[in-house]
């Protein structure tokens, strides 16, 4: 069964971090570019970053520049979301998705979805 599983979803102070992973059963992820996405209650959901299936392309969503950062560890079937100074605008659902080889910004571009972590911002 393929499948991808995100963790690492929680509750954090503004300004603080985490890291959310993605990891796949049933399939190898350095065959696929890997897109991460959010959806705040009330909104639509949206690009936060994607990469590449080499690794040689990431890009970012403006809103979360300079503060997100993507990575894989091909070895641990793995992609990471090294999220830091987080604010309260980034609470959401977080999930990841799959698609072969370079990143497009179409949700419906991408075949295999994980299910989804929260992640909450909050004093």
């Known amino acids: 069964q393929l499948q991808l599983v995100e963790s690492g979803g929680g509750l954090v102070q503004p300004g603080g971090s985490l890291r959310l992973s993605c990891t796949a059963s049933?399939?190898?992820?350095?065959?696929?570019?890997i897109g991460w996405f959010r959806q705040a209650p009330g909104k639509e959901r949206e690009g936060v970053s994607c990469?590449?299936?080499?690794?040689?392309?990431?890009n970012y969503a403006d809103s979360v520049k300079g503060r997100f950062t993507i990575s894989r560890d091909n070895a641990k079937n793995t992609v990471y979301l090294h999220m830091n100074s987080l604010k309260p605008e980034d609470t959401a659902v977080y999930s990841c998705?799959?698609?072969?080889?370079?990143?497009?910004?179409?949700?419906?571009?991408?075949?295999?979805w994980g299910q989804g972590t929260q992640v909450t911002v909050s004093s």
């Open positions: 998705a799959a698609r072969p080889i370079v990143c497009r910004t179409g949700e419906d571009e991408y075949n295999y």
């Open positions: 990469m590449s299936t080499s690794g040689g392309s990431t």
């Open positions: 049933g399939f190898t992820l350095d065959l696929y570019a």
